[in-house]
């Protein structure tokens, strides 16, 4: 069955730094990929979506890539930030179908 | 501002008894979603909505049902509340148009549900 899985479940990065966050799934299929952040006591956030017809997406000190010959995305924030720390997940879509997202990387800025 | 709100944003109750959490959304999209996030599993959807009268089953639907009356609300309830249904559960809403049925869903602030 599909599958969504992050490599790190924790990650500290020296503010100023660039982190970089990986998810690996196992649904060949899967065509539409996001990540969230959620910060403590906060529903999860849209950062940036990528699909699949794509293998880098940049937005503001944000890049997602997205490399289907290994099934595995990754999320790069450039200038990690305080406002950074918070919980990262990855999520999969196949065709519309349910969203199957990761147990999620919890992100801490240290200053 | 266009929002999504849940409410209540806590509660405890207990095992057998029926509960409802409410979700309301103003951005007047068709398509609203109902997770539960437990350590280690992540979001895992309970039930879904692509509009008015329409409501599907998830990953997670046992023990849980939706309705879908209007455009802005999806309640769910848990029909006879159980530990195992001690969670924190997100409402979601996303806008179709997109073209994908399941882009950039917002969350609301969540709910945090204690079954004793």
């Known amino acids: 069955g599909e599958s969504v899985g992050l490599h790190l479940p924790t990650l500290s990065v020296q503010e100023g730094d660039n982190s970089i966050i990986n998810c690996a799934y196992s649904n060949s299929a899967s065509d539409y990929f996001i990540w969230y952040k959620q910060e403590s006591g906060k529903g999860p956030q849209f950062i940036i979506d990528?699909?699949?017809?794509?293998d880098k997406r940049q937005g503001q000190r944000v890049t997602v890539l997205l490399n289907k010959t290994v099934k595995h995305l990754s999320l790069q924030i450039a200038a990690t930030q305080p406002g950074d720390s918070a919980v990262y997940f990855c999520a999969e879509n196949n065709y519309g179908q349910n969203f199957v997202f990761g147990p999620g990387t919890r992100l801490s800025v240290l200053p | 501002d266009a929002e999504i709100t849940q409410s209540p944003r806590h509660k405890i109750t207990e095992t057998g008894r029926q509960v409802t959490l409410a979700c309301h959304q103003t951005w007047n999209h068709n398509n609203m979603f109902w997770y539960r996030q437990d350590l280690g599993h992540g979001l895992r959807l309970i039930h879904y909505?692509?509009?008015?009268?329409?409501?599907n089953k998830g990953e997670v639907s046992d023990g849980y049902s939706v309705s879908r009356s209007n455009t802005e609300d999806l309640p769910l309830t848990l029909e006879s509340a159980a530990s195992s249904q001690t969670s924190v559960y997100f409402c979601?809403?996303?806008?179709?148009?997109?073209?994908?049925?399941?882009?950039?869903?917002?969350f609301g602030q969540g709910t945090r549900l204690t079954v004793v």
């Open positions: 909505s692509y509009g008015v009268h329409d409501t």
């Open positions: 979601a809403s996303s806008d179709p148009s997109k073209g994908l049925v399941f882009a950039e869903a917002f």
């Open positions: 990528i699909r699949s017809n794509m």
